[in-house]
């Protein structure tokens, strides 16, 4: 019959919690520079074009889902950089899983919020490329092609944040489960 010791995980051997912190690192920095870059290619993207004669421009912040896009890799980027020092501090004091549900909380709220930008940047993007001849809107980027190139740049950056998010929330709530003795 097997002992009540060896039914509890004992503590990680520190080479495991090294590779460990190394992809945190990792990913939270990526995630961290993925976001930072969406959000300045959406900030500076604007163009001017001339259509029948009349002079059209194209900003960002001329529509508040394109705003709230830059808003939200702002506001990831910047958690996730405050996430690292948490990272830090649990590796410090020792591998508590109440810590990294802490953290599992963190990254699925960073997720949540950066998914909901990310779709709905998404959204006017395509209404933005091909129109929508029920309602009677045309796609406005044959007229301001820089103008959506640079925001399909973006928004691409931001869902490969979304995949650095989705995978440090996957391994926050792994962490999260695993019972310490």
């Not at 705003?67 to 020092?85: D, G, I, P, Q, T």
Request: net charge positive; aromatic share 14%; proline share 3%.
């Amino acid at each position: 019959m097997a002992s009540t010791g060896s039914k509890f995980q004992q503590n990680p051997p520190l080479k495991t919690q090294k590779i460990f912190l190394g992809v945190q690192i990792f990913m939270r920095t990526a995630t961290m520079t993925a976001t930072l870059a969406a959000t300045w290619v959406m900030v500076t993207n604007k163009q001017s074009s001339q259509i029948i004669g009349i002079e059209f421009d194209a900003r960002y912040y001329y529509s508040p889902t394109f705003k709230f896009f830059a808003y939200a890799n702002a506001v990831v980027s910047a958690f996730c950089l405050l996430s690292l020092f948490l990272v830090f501090l649990i590796h410090r004091h020792g591998s508590n899983p109440t810590n990294y549900f802490i953290l599992f909380l963190h990254d699925l709220v960073m997720l949540c919020l950066l998914m909901a930008g990310c779709s709905a940047a998404t959204a006017i993007g395509y209404v933005g490329q091909y129109g929508n001849s029920h309602s009677g809107w045309a796609p406005i980027c044959d007229h301001f092609g820089k103008f959506c190139k640079r925001g399909t740049d973006s928004v691409v950056l931001s869902y490969l944040s979304l995949v650095f998010l989705l995978m440090l929330t996957i391994s926050s709530a792994t962490k999260s489960r695993k019972i310490q003795v």
